[in-house]
T-cell receptor, first 112, second 115 residues
Framework: TQLLEQSPQFLSIQEGENLTVYCNSS?????LQWYRQEPGEGPVLLVT?????EVKKLKRLTFQFGDARKDSSLHITAAQPGDTGLYLC????????????FGQGTILTVHP | GAGVSQSPSNKVTEKGKDVELRCDPI?????LYWYRQSLGQGLEFLIY????????KSGLPSDRFSAERTGGSVSTLTIQRTQQEDSAVYLC?????????????FGPGTRLTVT
């Protein structure tokens, strides 16, 4: 069974601060996806990382996939209140059809 | 274009009743997934469809849960004799193979409350 440990579970910061969310596993994943979910809505895909060591940037968000494809991180620079939400990492691997294993999520609150 | 839609958005039912949850995937997406999300938590995989067949039903919690997909499109998740522990948000996602990674697009979910 593949497991993804996501940390921290809760993060409450002031506008303008930086933060990092971690996603760790003992399993190798063929790809890892990051989602953001707002209350009452489904998760929205932010990025997919596929190659070990890969770094992707999406405006103030930087995503990194570990060299061994077992871990990933999401770094947000100068957080804004609009970044508030539930962030989920999800690993794909072990099947041929994209079955995802989700981390427990990080609830981020950015205060103005 | 239209995204994944789910209905109803909210469902309150009495313990012991049956419920049906519907998912309309993005047109052309061959893969469809059902997940369950408990309050503030990550998503728990339930079942995967490729076309109308379900090669992986490993996440269904009990035999009270079943799902079908018709015409390679709409899917229905049925929960029989609902229990209070079935209360959760049920999310549907669809995808098509994209390079070497499946990227899943989620609907807004159905919030099920069993009283």
């Amino acid at each position: 069974t593949q497991l993804l440990e996501q940390s921290p579970q809760f993060l409450s910061i002031q506008e303008g601060e930086n933060l990092t969310v971690y996603c760790n596993s003992s399993s190798v994943f063929s790809s890892l996806q990051w989602y953001r979910q707002e209350p009452g809505e489904g998760p929205v895909l932010l990025v997919t990382v596929v190659t070990g060591g890969e770094v992707k940037k999406l405006k103030r968000l930087t995503f990194q996939f570990g060299d061994a494809r077992k871990d990933s991180s999401l770094h947000i620079t100068a957080a804004q209140p609009g970044d508030t939400g539930l962030y989920l990492c999800a690993g794909e691997g072990g099947t041929s059809y994209g079955k995802l294993t989700f981390g427990q999520g990080t609830i981020l609150t950015v205060h103005p | 274009g239209a995204g994944v839609s789910q209905s109803p958005s909210n469902k309150v039912t009495e313990k012991g009743k049956d419920v049906e949850l519907r998912c309309d995937p993005i047109s052309g997406h061959t893969a469809l997934y059902w997940y369950r999300q408990s309050l503030g938590q990550g998503l728990e995989f339930l079942i995967y469809f490729q076309g109308n067949s379900a090669p992986d039903k490993s996440g269904l919690p009990s035999d009270r849960f079943s799902a079908e997909r018709t015409g390679g499109s709409v899917s229905t998740l049925t929960i029989q004799r609902t229990q209070q522990e079935d209360s959760a948000v049920y999310l549907c996602a669809s995808s098509f193979e994209r390079g070497i990674s499946y990227e899943q697009y989620f609907g807004p979910g159905t919030r099920l409350t069993v009283t």
